[in-house]
């Protein structure tokens, strides 16, 4: 059985920061890319941030450059999303995403999302 599991969100001050979780169970964790989305009240789903499988390069909304940090540890099934200078803007549900692409099949998962606040 297939898990994203989501942890580390909460009610943070601006200028703050969280340190969001994601465990994976039930597939091969190292050999999906991984990714953070967020989502806004009456907003899209949009991409934060994603780390390849091996973790050798990641990639930023231009949001969050310099500020969010996308890493993860394949001995321990979970990625992480390190978020600093939060501003009120950031705040958003936050989701864990895994993609895997083969010649035939594509595989995606997605967790159930922590709510991330971001309030004086």
């Known amino acids: 059985q297939v898990q994203l599991v989501e942890s580390g969100g909460g009610l943070v001050q601006p200028g703050g920061s969280l340190r969001l979780s994601c465990a994976a169970s039930?597939?091969?964790?190292?050999?999906?890319?991984m990714s953070w989305y967020r989502q806004a009240p009456g907003k899209e789903r949009e991409l934060v941030a994603a780390?390849?499988?091996?973790?050798?390069?990641?990639n930023y909304a231009d949001s969050v450059k310099g500020r969010f940090t996308i890493s993860r540890d394949n001995a321990k099934n979970t990625v992480y999303l390190q978020m600093n200078s939060l501003k009120p803007e950031d705040t958003a549900v936050y989701y864990c995403?895994?993609?895997?692409?083969?010649?035939?099949?594509?595989?995606?998962?997605w967790g159930q999302g922590t709510q991330v606040t971001v309030s004086s």
């Open positions: 780390i390849t499988s091996a973790g050798g390069s990641t």
């Open positions: 995403n895994a993609r895997r692409s083969t010649t035939f099949l594509n595989y995606e998962y």
């Open positions: 039930g597939f091969t964790f190292s050999r999906y890319a």
